[in-house]
């Protein structure tokens, strides 16, 4: 079953076409990077209207580089949440009206269940598994014990884990993306240089969930007050410190995590799981089995979009002409076992 799948959720128009739910047979993304860098984020205004200047070309040219037509296409796939609400409906609507105009199967995906999947498209995983998403919006750490069956154990209680490093990126005036900015700067400088603290949540009540707000505000505003004496006040010294404890403290939730549950494999997903010192930080741990998408797979992107459809489409569902989109998704909370698409 060849599945087209569309991802406009954020800043990148995109579009891919993936056989059976693991053969990449294209992968389109158009980036919007250029266009908002100079505001040092996304602005929703300017992302909606590239989304709908792009998407007809990306979705053209995921057809010519498979070499396919529409003829050849089983379903179409494409994100409804959560997401900038303009730039969702940009997409999804193309979506939904190429399937009604050519009478395909309709599939609605959400964006977290797409992360999670990615993984997949290039490693066979069995079920259950720990699931790290990690993305500028969200910081989750949950049970997976099939495709769209989730018990979230932790998440975070303010800012997730990106949001965190593009607004200390921001602050500094490092650039955007800040989450890439920052990992290339770390390389560079000496973790040890400061001691930012790392917030303390209630064991009993939030035994795996995360927070960044603070870390983010001792890292922008009170700096100096975490240095140590010595080493050189330094952006590379400052991206290095900050980059060891947010990862760190993510890393420590879910390694507490694995171990209560007895889960031996853990799947990343999302920007986040590109970061090279959270990559390195899992792989020392010699007795879990971790699993990152490879890095063209961690943004936002068609494949896994089209990935995880296959597995709703073979199931037996789809999705009707009524199906809307929305900016968030108020069923991830914690402890809640089932995640709908809808």
């Given at each position: 079953?060849?599945v087209?799948g569309?991802?406009?959720?954020c ?17 389109v993304?158009a980036t919007?990077?250029?266009f908002?860098k100079v ?27 498979a ?12 994100t ?34 797409g ?25 989750i ?18 800012d997730?884990?990106g949001?965190?490093?593009?607004k200390?990126?921001?602050f500094?005036?490092l ?6 900015i ?8 000496d ?9 303390k ?5 939030h035994?795996?969930?995360v ?8 890292v ?15 952006k590379?010294n400052?991206?290095a ?10 890393v ?10 007895g ?12 970061n ?23 943004g936002?992107?068609g ?29 991830f909370?914690?402890g809640?076992?089932q995640?709908?698409k809808?």
């Amino acid at each position: 079953m060849k599945v087209l799948g569309i991802e406009s959720s954020c800043d990148e128009t995109a579009c891919a076409i993936v056989e059976d739910g693991k053969k990449i047979l294209s992968n389109v993304v158009a980036t919007q990077i250029p266009f908002h860098k100079v505001y040092k984020g996304v602005v929703p205004e300017i992302a909606s209207r590239k989304h709908a200047e792009w998407i007809l070309p990306v979705v053209r040219q995921a057809l010519k580089e498979a070499d396919l037509k529409m003829d050849d296409i089983d379903a179409i796939a494409a994100t409804n949440r959560p997401g900038l609400m303009g730039s969702l409906l940009v997409g999804f609507t193309f979506g939904k009206t190429l399937a009604w105009a050519t009478g395909k199967p309709f599939i609605a995906i959400n964006h977290m269940l797409g992360h999670l999947y990615a993984a997949h498209l290039e490693n066979d995983i069995p079920y259950p598994y720990m699931g790290l998403l990690v993305s500028g919006g969200h910081s989750i750490i949950c049970k997976v014990s099939d495709f769209d069956q989730l018990e979230i154990l932790g998440t975070t209680v303010d800012d997730s884990v990106g949001e965190a490093f593009d607004k200390v990126a921001k602050f500094y005036g490092l650039g955007y993306p800040g989450g890439v900015i920052i990992d290339k700067l770390a390389k560079e400088g000496d973790a040890k240089a400061a001691a930012f603290p790392i917030p303390k949540l209630d064991e009993k009540e939030h035994r795996y969930d995360v927070s960044f707000s603070g870390l983010k505000t001792a890292v922008i505003h009170q700096c100096d007050t975490f240095w140590k004496e010595g080493y050189e006040h330094s952006k590379e010294n400052m991206c290095a410190a900050f980059q060891e404890a947010a990862v760190g403290s993510l890393v420590k939730k879910l390694l507490l995590a694995c171990d209560d549950t007895g889960l031996k494999t853990v799947v990343a997903g999302g920007g986040v799981a590109a970061n090279s010192r959270l990559r390195q930080m899992l792989s020392e741990r010699k007795d879990l089995n971790c699993i990152f998408p490879p890095l063209k797979l961690c943004g936002d992107n068609g494949a896994m979009i089209a990935g995880v459809a296959y597995h709703f489409l073979k199931r037996g569902d789809r999705d009707g002409w009524n199906t809307v989109t929305c900016a968030r998704i108020p069923q991830f909370k914690r402890g809640l076992a089932q995640v709908q698409k809808k």
